[in-house]
């Protein structure tokens, strides 16, 4: 199992290094992960901010969405 997750940070390294998209979704779905956590702290979060945090989970999930699949296109 060590193997295989150090094989998958190889390749996201060498993904993040060589391809822009990946790495621009890289960065994103970082950004949108301190997003949440910050919107997590608040012991309530108004209506906006409900809706805001959202968002923010659906964008980040796309992004790594297509993560995946530019992960899963450069194995085959």
């Given at each position: 199992m060590e193997?295989?997750?150090?094989?998958?940070?190889?390749l996201?390294?060498?993904?993040?290094d060589?391809?822009?998209?990946?790495?621009?979704?890289y960065?994103?779905?970082?950004?949108?992960?301190?997003?949440?956590?910050?919107?997590?702290?608040?012991?309530?979060?108004?209506?906006?901010e409900?809706?805001?945090?959202?968002?923010v989970?659906k964008?980040?999930l796309?992004?790594k969405?297509e993560?995946?699949?530019?992960?899963?296109q450069f194995?085959?």
């Amino acid at each position: 199992m060590e193997e295989q997750d150090l094989t998958n940070q190889q390749l996201v390294q060498q993904l993040f290094d060589g391809n822009p998209r990946f790495r621009l979704l890289y960065e994103e779905h970082h950004l949108l992960e301190k997003e949440l956590q910050k919107l997590d702290q608040k012991a309530f979060l108004t209506p906006d901010e409900e809706i805001e945090r959202r968002k923010v989970q659906k964008l980040k999930l796309a992004g790594k969405d297509e993560m995946e699949r530019i992960i899963s296109q450069f194995r085959q």
